[in-house]
Structure formats: structure tokens, C-alpha cells
Nanobody, 121 residues
């Protein structure tokens, strides 16, 4: 049974940093793409970072490029999202997700429960 468990969310002042973690278990993810999504109240869920498990292919949209970084620690089976220079508009629930194959977009099969990030102005 696949499990994705996020942690690391919380309250931070604008300009601050947070690192989210996603502990993945239940299968081998070597052929998977891992993604980070976020959803703010009243807004659609958006993909903000993705990486193949090997790290060979990564995706960061322009909206967070230069501030957010995705990385994977294979030994710990953990995916990280490093978020710097946080802004109030980054406030959202952040989700970790996984899908088979080296595909950034489309349907992700597995989801974590989400972790709240609140950026105070």
C-alpha cells in the first residue's frame, strides 16, 4: 500500500523559508515522477514542482521558479520541497503526489494528506 506522508508545514513570516518533506513508502518509486501541488482557498490545485525519482528531469513553473526547489533523497525515500522567499500568496495546503513514468503532467495516482503552509505578511 502506497503511502505519502507530508510534514514541515507551518506558519512563517513573509521572506522566510520552509522545507516540506514527503516520506514515500509501499513500493519502489524508481520509475515514478513525484510532484508537489498546492491549493489555496477558492483556487484550483496547481502543480508547483515535479521530479523523476532519479532527479534527471525536474519541473518548476515560472510562478515559483527561483524560490522553490524539489529534491529527492533516495536513501530515505523522501521528497523535499525547499521554499525560500515566501510570500503571503504562497499560503495554501501543499500536497505530495506520485505517478508512474517520467511524466510531469496528467493524473497522479497517489496523494498525501496535505500540510498547511501559512505565510504572514
Amino acid at each position: 500500500q502506497v503511502q505519502l506522508v507530508e510534514s514541515g508545514g507551518g506558519l512563517v513570516q513573509a521572506g522566510g523559508s520552509l522545507r516540506l518533506s514527503c516520506a514515500a513508502s509501499g513500493r519502489t518509486f524508481s520509475s515514478y515522477t513525484m510532484g508537489w501541488f498546492r491549493q489555496a482557498p477558492g483556487k484550483e490545485r496547481e502543480l508547483i514542482a515535479a521530479s523523476t525519482w532519479s532527479g534527471q528531469h525536474t519541473y518548476i513553473p515560472n510562478s515559483v521558479n527561483g524560490r522553490f526547489t524539489i529534491s529527492i533523497d533516495n536513501a530515505k525515500n523522501t521528497v523535499y520541497l525547499q521554499m525560500n522567499s515566501l510570500k503571503p500568496e504562497d499560503t495554501a495546503v501543499y500536497y505530495c503526489a506520485a505517478r508512474p513514468g517520467p511524466y510531469t503532467f496528467g493524473k497522479y495516482d497517489y496523494w498525501g494528506q496535505g500540510t498547511q503552509v501559512t505565510v504572514a505578511s
